[in-house]
């Protein structure tokens, strides 16, 4: 089967400037994660969605990070504006369904200047 | 607050012998771990999990156990091999909540 697949796998801005990820996740999975990992930490849950409905935003800063899922298939997680702590790999999983083990892509590793 | 705790961020095992790595985690309402490895640039891909109603999990080489009194949790790999080489992360589920909270790593080097 396809792996998640995101693009793109680096990016650098500067500060106040948007960015956006794109991530596919496995066919047939209905819960897709976004989530934030900087170096030397786990990644950190942004936005958990099941099929295009929200379940948990706890975390995503939002008056400058969004999220959707369109259709319930492919995500697109946006930054307006980035700050220079947003430097992280930003990592795009999927599962079957709520705590069943996640399929990650390989991340988007995102550098402010 | 961080709920789930990896305090070693690295080890080193010679080959042949056990690597064993910990995690301890403080909600009661976690109820399902598993174990991730990573090797760099790459995402996380699922090692190993263990649900709340077991004590133990075993696959080839891969063992981990949980001790629910004292909120702890760990992975066993024998024989550790160079390959094993990776940075290993711990994560604990509310399934109720659908919620994965994940530790920070530990760092595994196996030297040959």
């Known amino acids: 089967e396809a792996g998640v697949a995101q693009s793109p796998r680096y990016k650098i801005i500067e500060k106040r400037q948007s960015v956006a990820f794109w991530c596919n996740p496995i066919?047939?999975?209905?819960?897709l994660y976004w989530y934030q990992q900087i170096l030397g930490q786990g990644p950190k849950l942004l936005i958990q969605f099941q099929n295009n409905g929200v379940v948990d935003d706890s975390q995503l800063p939002k008056d400058r990070f969004s999220a959707e899922r369109l259709k319930g298939v492919d995500s697109t997680l946006k930054i307006q504006p980035a700050k220079l702590e947003d430097s992280a790999v930003y990592l795009c999983a999927s599962s079957l369904g709520y705590g069943q083990p996640q399929h990650f892509g390989d991340g988007t590793r995102l550098s402010i200047l | 607050d961080q709920q789930v705790k990896q305090n070693s961020p690295s080890l080193s095992v010679q080959e042949g012998r056990i690597s064993i790595l910990n995690c301890d985690y403080t909600?009661?309402?976690?109820?399902?771990f598993l174990w991730y490895k990573k090797y760099p640039a790459e995402g996380p891909t699922f090692l190993i999990s263990?649900?709340?109603?077991?004590d133990k999990n075993e696959d080839g080489r891969f063992t981990v156990f949980l001790n629910k009194s004292a909120k702890h949790l760990s992975l066993h790999i024998v024989p550790s091999q160079p390959g094993d080489s990776a940075v290993y992360f711990c994560a604990a589920v509310d399934t109720n909540a659908g919620k994965s909270t994940f530790g920070d790593g530990t760092t595994l080097t196996v030297k040959p």
């Open positions: 909600n009661s309402m976690f109820d399902y």
């Open positions: 263990i649900s709340s109603i077991k």
């Open positions: 066919s047939g999975h209905a819960t």
